[in-house]
Structure formats: C-alpha cells, structure tokens
C-alpha cells in the first residue's frame, strides 16, 4: 500500500537509493520477458532519488517521497526518448515535462520509466505496437495480451506488485485504454472526469477524447496520486476550473448507495465466467445493503463504438498530419521528390498498419462531402449519450458493468480477429470515454491464467466518491478473504 510505504521512506526505514537499485534490476529482469517498458531511466531515477533522499532528511519531502512511477509512453518526459511507440517519433527527446510529470516530481516522485502502448494509443489489445516496438505479454500467462492502448502500464504493474513493489503508472485512456489491461491484467485502472487532469505533455490520439489516469495494484493507491496530478492548467485549454473535493467521502457520508447495472453490457458478455464473476459480486453488494437494479442505455450501445471510432479516427487523422518528415517525425531523402511522394514515402515506412488504417478512416470521415454526414453527425450522438448517462445519474450513484465482454485473449485469437471484430471490443468501454465521466475497473476475479475486472462509473466530477467506492469494494473482499 503507498501510505505505508511513504511513511517507511520518510522514517528512514526504506534506504531508497538501495531500494531503488533493487526494483530498476527487477525491471530488466521483467521487461526481458514480458516487455512492458520502451525506456528505463536508470541514471535519471538514481540521480532523483538522491535528490528525494536529500530533502527527505532536510524535512522538506514532497507528499509523494519516493514513489516509483512509470509513464505510458504517450506523455512527455524531459530528455527522455518519448515516441507514443511509433518509429516516427523515434529519437525523439523531449525539452519539457508533461504537467502530470511536473506535478508528480514536484511532490518527489521518482519517473523510473516508459511503459510500451499501442501505436498512439490505437489498440484494445496492445499488439498495434509500432514498427520495430515489442509485444508486451499478460503477466498472468504470457501467451494471452495485456490489453491496450495501456498494456505496458498495467502489465508492469502487476508484476511489480507481485514482488511487493509499491509502484503505480501514469496512463491514458481515449476509448477503453486504461480500462481494459487493468481489467485483462488484474490491477486497478482510473480513468477522471476529461479535463480534470492536464492533457499538457500528451500527444494527442483524439483531443475530445482523452484522459491521463492511473493503474495501481489497489483502489487506496489511487487517490494520493489522483490529489497530486489533477487540476486546473492554464496550458490546456480543456482544463476543468473546478476544485477537486476532498472532504466529502462516500464512505463516511453515504452507507448505502443506489446502483445502476447496465442490462445492455450484462447482455453482452461473451465468456461465462465474467457473468459469474458479475453475478457474485452484485450479489454481495446487495448483501451489504445497496439499492440495486437494471438500467438501460439504448443509444449507447447501439451507436457508442461506430460514434467513437468516426470521432477519434477524425481527430487522429488531424493530429498525426504534422508527422510528415518536414518539421515533425523521421526524415528521408527529398532528392527529385515532389512534396506528396516524399511526405507518402515518410508516413508508408514509418506508420504501422493500424495507424495507417485509423488515418485514412478519420481523413475520409473529415474529407468535404462527407463531414456533415459523419463527423458532425457523430458529435451529436455523442450528446444524446451524454444525455443517457446524465439522465441515469440523477436517480443513481454509480453504474456498474464488466469492463470487457471477453476474457483477455491469446494471441493467436487476435490474429485471427478483422478489424471490426477488434474495434467491437470496445463496446463496454466506450460509452464513459464519450460522455467523458470518471470510471475505473476493479478486479472481482482472478486466477493463475486470467483476471476479470468490474466497470464502476460516476457522475462528473464525482471522482472521489467514485475512489471510495472503489475502497469500499476492496475493503469488503479483504474482510471476506480473511
């Protein structure tokens, strides 16, 4: 747990040098077999720990003193290598910090490394990973997938967790990219209300859609850091202004909660064992109390993933047109070369073949002709989903449903897979990216070859009741296990 660990590091009871050196060895060891981490910043985190041990003596540590965190490989970090884990983008080295990077160090957190990530973002699976990037593997059985865009995140999470390293990783989600590898790999994943948390310092896969959050071993990891990387910042223009409450906990205010079940994700389910799984669990919370019934989301399901794939590819397409090799992205040779064919050539060699496909879809979607038919189209729908959820949170706390229809997948399965059959994975986690409300996963079943994972969602802004529901949770499987 992080408060025990912190109050250990500022008792001097941890030497973090020592401690340090420790979990940068199990890193290697790790990423040499399930390849979570595109970068490991072993000279910068020793010399950062140096530094929080320094203060941390002079009675000046930050309130976060020596946590480890590894950051997705989509957000910035100064001098190190950041490339969204696309070729394009290899060498490049930012010269500034992401704001959630800034607020983590200012607090004396300690950035040990970059975690592996679909190319932009652009997977549920994590095996759209760029060109000459490896495959991270599921820490529970290395033949199914972690689960994207975050895989790398929530796979070094676990395995960090089972050697009982305090650590939490800093990523981000657009359509289901937090949700589902802390689902698939049996972590906790928060995703905040959109805008509650900085987007400065993230290369953007679909403006309207992303979210920086958090995966971590349990639901009470989450709330320090959250305190930490959320509010308001001058430098992203979709920043919320509103101040994050802190004081008002479900825990202590509100016993007994009214519980909305979506009856269209319970009917989507695929695999038997996540029903069971989510049958138990609703049953214990009826046990304890709550008010629990179905509700409906009909415009969600029936339009949420073709409405979240025209808006994203459409802001991806823009996003990733200044990676033409001219001021952005790798170069080639411009000799006897018009402008189309060196910028054809740039994107053809260094694009993977997911990133081309959601190119030319968003570029198609936005083309004249057909923007008001889809593009725009899709805008509206996504507030009519917004609507749906709004209306359902007037009558209830929390919603809950699987965070996947699926058990994580081997990947021979998803080779097999199309391309629609892919996206419709999706189908669970798409509705509260679009409507842009805090929700999380929460594992609720696991064993030696998979974990499931449960889907709580909150109104907006209700982040931290939505973090101690999440506590409550936990806190009732400790009671039940002991």
Do not use: W
């Amino acid at each position: 747990m992080i408060a025990d660990y912190l109050s250990k590091v500022r008792q001097g009871q941890i030497d973090l040098k020592e401690f340090l050196h420790k979990v940068l060895d199990e890193c290697k060891n790790i990423d040499g077999k399930y390849h979570y981490l595109n970068f490991l910043c072993t000279e910068k985190a020793i010399g950062e720990a140096e530094s929080v041990s320094l203060s941390i003596k002079e009675k000046k540590s930050g309130k976060l003193s020596g946590l480890l965190v590894s950051i997705k490989d989509i957000i910035c970090v100064k001098g190190i290598e950041s490339t969204a884990g696309s070729k394009i983008l290899k060498g490049y080295t930012p010269l500034f910090d992401a704001t959630v990077v800034e607020r983590l160090r200012n607090e004396d957190a300690i950035i040990i490394g970059k975690t592996s990530c679909d190319e932009f973002g652009f997977g549920s699976f994590n095996t759209n990973v760029g060109i000459g990037f490896r495959i991270p593997k599921n820490p529970l059985d290395i033949e199914r997938v972690t689960g994207g865009s975050s895989g790398g995140s929530a796979g070094l999470t676990k395995a960090l967790s089972r050697k009982n390293i305090t650590h939490v990783s800093i990523c981000t989600s657009t359509g289901g990219s937090i949700e589902c590898p802390a689902s698939f790999c049996g972590v906790v994943g928060f995703c905040p209300t959109y805008g509650r948390v900085s987007r400065n310092g993230l290369i953007s896969y679909a403006n309207s859609l992303d979210k920086i959050g958090i995966t971590a071993p349990h639901a009470s990891d989450i709330k320090p850091v959250f305190e930490v990387i959320a509010g308001y910042d001058e430098r992203d223009s979709s920043s919320l202004k509103e101040p994050l409450d802190t004081s008002d906990t479900i825990l202590e205010h509100k016993k007994k909660l009214r519980i909305g079940v979506i009856r269209e994700a319970m009917d989507a389910i695929i695999d038997a064992h996540i029903k069971d799984a989510m049958d138990k669990t609703l049953e214990e919370l009826k046990v304890e109390g709550h008010f629990i019934e179905d509700v409906h989301l009909p415009k969600t399901f029936k339009y949420g993933v073709a409405t979240y794939y025209i808006i994203a590819t459409s802001e991806a397409s823009t996003n990733l047109s200044c990676l033409s090799g001219l001021r952005y992205g790798q170069e080639s040779s411009v000799k006897d070369k018009s402008f189309n064919e060196y910028f054809s050539e740039v994107r053809s060699q260094n694009f993977g073949l997911e990133s081309k496909r959601r190119i030319m879809l968003g570029t198609f979607a936005r083309m004249s002709g057909y923007r008001d038919a889809y593009y725009i189209k899709a805008t509206k729908i996504r507030t009519l989903i917004i609507d749906e959820y709004k209306r359902l949170f007037k009558k209830y706390d929390i919603l809950l449903s699987p965070t996947m229809p699926i058990l994580a997948p081997k990947f021979s399965d998803v080779k097999n897979m199309s391309a629609l059959e892919n996206y419709n994975m999706d189908v669970l986690t798409v509705g509260p990216n679009l409507a842009g409300i805090p929700h999380a996963t929460i594992p609720i079943h696991e064993n030696e070859k998979y974990s499931i994972g449960m889907m709580a969602m909150s109104d907006h802004l209700q982040d931290i009741m939505l973090l101690d529901f999440l506590c409550r949770l936990e806190a009732s499987d400790a009671k039940r296990d002991t």
